[in-house]
């Protein structure tokens, strides 16, 4: 398993399916996930994707910049460190973002989300 292949491909779906329907997004995440966005903290796959799908945009597409990933713990988990641009529908200008993901292997062979931490970066 090549880690950098396997957070290439987590961040094209994540991005993907946040940008079409953030609802599909809840597989992802379990009970125990944690998503720190803009510094509130929300716990499990339904707090998660009801904070997602409730923020006040319908429609942005994000641009990927960077994808930075390191192993993590003996269990064969992943840091995956993001950084882009966020267009919101009617903006002109886009938003820089930052935003982190704790990858967790599942019994499956695939990954859940235990940690994900997202933060606009402000000039």
């Not at 090549?2 to 961040?11: E, H, I, L, S, Y």
């Not at 716990?43 to 009801?50: D, E, H, L, P």
């Amino acid at each position: 398993m090549d880690p950098d292949a396997v957070a290439k491909a987590f961040v094209e779906h994540y991005y993907t399916t946040f940008d079409a329907n953030r609802a599909g997004l809840a597989n992802l995440y379990q009970d125990g996930s944690m998503l720190t966005f803009e510094g509130q903290k929300i716990q499990g796959s339904q707090s998660i994707v009801a904070k997602l799908t409730s923020l006040p945009f319908q429609q942005c597409q994000h641009s990927i910049t960077t994808v930075d990933c390191q192993p993590s713990g003996p269990a064969g988990g992943m840091l995956v460190f993001v950084s882009g641009n966020l267009q919101l529908a009617g903006e002109q200008h886009a938003l820089k973002f930052s935003q982190m993901f704790h990858l967790i292997p599942t019994p499956q062979g695939s990954f859940y989300v235990l940690n994900d931490i997202f933060r606009l970066n402000y000039a």
